[in-house]
């Protein structure tokens, strides 16, 4: 009877969310508001005090130390509070449920992350909760070559299309390592071994690229009118990966090692894609330059190490090695807890090869935004870019730093000054 007590407990907190969420309509769209009296992080442009930003149509308007707003604008007073963009979470598994993985098959390309997408998880919110306003939804490691990811608003609240991040860019995921060896050698099934993971990959692109020309010269024959062509048979795992070949993917590959890089890299030369980012990437400071000459982003862990055998050689410095040598980098959550507290993980970096305040912060916005594609509408305080927002109280890159407000979209999301977990109280038929 305890154990089961002790359960509703723990539960409790999660069901009143949720049912207060339920109870509200969605926030209406802000035509106009100002935020006044702020420390503005722009990411851009730096620090800006005694600060206003003029919020209209869910855009940045205007910000600087002297604003005009219309006198019918809502208004925020920040009481000389923080203000940053919102937190990108570049590496995310929630509202996934245990649909993470199709680990069936070591090449699932075909597989859509928004089939598993649970718009109600309560771990939106508390990402939200921490200021994170965007998040790449991936695949998980189990397969070499996995499904294809969604990318959210943590609009929490709303309705599940709604959540969707409008005109993102298409990410998939690849994986090679410790996760999808082990996976398939415990079925005693390729790929069991390093070498049956690349294996695996090449003849996967090998068929994709067989399957391209199958239909090329079908599409050749049908132009020229010849009677006798014959449409060659659709495959969606193959259609899935002629499309990376055709660049219509960001690829996002969980991969380690330093070795490993080079490999991954040497394949994508060879069948001419291009990688966007290695996460997990513990080993980037062994091969900063090689990366950097690539082009290929690295979301990372501030300090997490030792977990398994490719974790061994991790340091904490890796993020500001990696920076300082030319490669973009991204400090990303792959945990539900770390991503309420991406912020004091931003942080670290400062502490562990000196990052600046600035550099640290862009490893939170707007290099993890350009990792997911978005970074044209989100990222940084610009004028133009999608208004999200976060008030801090307390300094952002310390465990001081706790979000006061968040804003979407300019529609405030989360309030901390409010009852009911922060959950704003919206007015009846809004």
């Known amino acids: 009877m305890l154990h089961r007590f002790t359960m509703w407990i723990r539960l409790l907190p999660g069901f009143l969310v949720t049912a207060a969420v339920l109870a509200q309509s969605p926030p209406a769209a802000h035509n106009g508001l100002l935020i006044k009296n702020a420390v503005l992080m722009t990411v ?26 219309p006198t019918s604008a809502a208004v925020i007073d920040a009481g000389g509070k923080y203000v940053t963009p919102g937190i990108i979470d570049s590496h995310s598994h929630i509202a996934l449920d245990q649909d993470v993985n199709e680990a069936t098959s070591p090449i699932t390309p075909q597989m859509l992350m928004m089939d598993a997408f649970d718009y109600q998880d309560k771990a ?19 397969n070499m070559i996995g499904g294809q990811a969604v990318v959210i608003k943590h609009k929490y609240g709303a309705g599940r299309d709604a959540m969707l991040f409008p005109g993102a860019p298409k990410s998939i995921k690849f994986a090679s390592g410790e996760n999808p060896k082990r996976v398939y050698g415990r079925r005693e099934q390729l790929p069991s071994t390093r070498m049956g993971n690349f294996e695996v990959q090449r003849e996967a692109f090998v068929q994709a690229q067989d399957y391209m020309r199958e239909w090329d010269d079908y599409n050749t024959k049908v132009k020229r009118g010849e009677k006798d062509a014959k449409m060659p048979k659709h495959d969606l795992k193959l259609e899935a990966l002629a499309d990376v070949l055709r660049g219509k993917f960001l690829v996002q590959i969980h991969c380690y090692r330093a070795d490993e890089f080079l490999t ?23 091969v900063p330059e090689k990366l950097a000459a690539e082009g290929v982003a690295i979301a990372t862990f501030a300090d997490w190490w030792g977990y398994k055998n490719e974790a061994w050689d991790a340091i904490p410095w890796n993020a500001v090695i990696s920076m300082r040598k030319g490669v973009r980098v991204a400090i990303k959550s792959d945990s539900d807890d770390f991503a309420r507290r991406l912020n004091q993980e931003a942080g670290k970096t400062m502490r562990y090869g000196g990052a600046t305040e600035e550099e640290a912060l862009k490893m939170i916005t707007l290099n993890a935004a350009w990792i997911v594609g978005v970074d044209d509408r989100v990222g940084s305080l610009d004028v133009g870019k999608d208004a999200d927002i976060v008030i801090w109280d307390g300094y952002p890159l310390s465990s001081y730093g706790v979000p006061h407000k968040v804003l979407i979209d300019g529609d405030v999301y989360f309030d901390r000054s409010l009852p009911g977990f922060g959950m704003p109280r919206y007015q009846e038929g809004q």
Do not use: P
């Not at 890299?265 to 062994?286: C, P, S, T, V």
């Open 124 to 142: 939106i919110y508390r990402g939200l909760a921490g200021g994170v306003t965007a998040s790449l939804l991936l695949h998980g490691s189990a």
């Open 44 to 69: 851009t442009h730096g620090d800006i005090q005694n600060g206003s930003l003029y919020i209209k149509d869910g855009k940045i308007a205007a910000l600087g130390t002297n604003v005009s707003a």
């Open 264 to 286: 991954e890299m040497a394949m994508a030369r060879e069948f001419g894609y291009k990688i966007r980012a290695f996460h997990h990437a513990l080993e980037a400071y062994k």
